[in-house]
């Protein structure tokens, strides 16, 4: 478990409803789901990476649909 930085409460690794409601996709601007390593657009439905727990939201380092 972690502490959000946002709220000071505890919770799963991860990001906070609060930091994803945030986040939009930089292609389509459609919102944005945490998927382990990834975040995937609800849209569009491109995966972006998560490295060192940061978000890579840059188009050019998406993963297309397949």
């Known amino acids: 478990m972690v502490k959000d930085a ?4 505890m919770m799963e690794e ?6 994803m409601a945030m ?9 944005l ?3 382990g390593d990834w975040i995937r657009c609800g ?11 940061i978000p890579i939201l840059l188009a050019d380092r ?3 649909p397949a």
């Open 6 to 9: 946002y709220t000071g409460k």
């Open 62 to 64: 998406a993963q297309q």
């Open 43 to 53: 849209r569009c439905q491109r995966r972006y990476p998560i490295e060192d727990g």
């Open 33 to 35: 789901l945490a998927e």
């Open 23 to 31: 986040l939009a996709c930089p292609v389509c601007h459609g919102n």
């Open 14 to 19: 991860g990001f906070s409803p609060d930091v």
